[in-house]
């Protein structure tokens, strides 16, 4: 996740809401705001945001597991593309909604009080705040839809697994 530049300077920066402030991460940009300007860098070079993105040819990129990498970057969200094989750890997304679209495989999606199969073409939305891990017994490739800010094990540091950072491919 990219985190606003505090200025060099002792000024106090202006207070952006939230919104506004995952907007312009979600953009993909670095923001330094001061108590006179906003300064955007350029987009990262990774993403062409005019190309049409082939989702195999982007998956026979890597072959870890539980590592989602960035394909595109839309209105303050990511679009994410990850292998998962086994057990991810329970957690929860405070501030952000979670969509799971199964590319292959099946995978189990289970809450406190029951678990879902999504299967090969189906989706799933996970509100802010739900308790949820994902299984998958066999590899599943998934995409994600998620807001830039997501990290991938919620409100939770796990060694290992938290990824701060995403590679963009």
Request: aromatic content about 8%; overall charge negative.
């Amino acid at each position: 996740r990219k985190k606003a530049i505090r200025p060099e300077n002792k000024m106090k920066p202006i207070m952006m809401t939230k919104a506004l402030g995952n907007l312009f991460t979600g953009l993909g940009y670095f923001s330094q705001c001061t108590s006179y300007s906003l300064h955007f860098p350029k987009f990262p070079k990774q993403i062409d945001r005019m190309e049409k993105v082939n989702i195999q040819d982007k998956f026979s990129l890597f072959k870890d597991h539980w590592n989602p990498r960035v394909v595109a970057e839309l209105n303050g969200q990511m679009v994410k593309l990850a292998r998962l094989k086994g057990p991810f750890v329970w957690h929860s997304h405070q501030d952000e909604d979670e969509l799971f679209f199964v590319i292959q495989g099946t995978l189990q999606l289970e809450f406190r009080d029951r678990t879902i199969a999504l299967e090969q073409g189906e989706m799933m939305v996970i509100p802010r705040g739900t308790e949820h891990r994902p299984v998958a017994e066999e590899e599943v490739l998934v995409m994600l839809f998620e807001p830039a800010s997501t990290l991938n094990t919620g409100d939770l540091e796990v060694e290992g697994l938290t990824r701060d950072e995403l590679d963009h491919i």
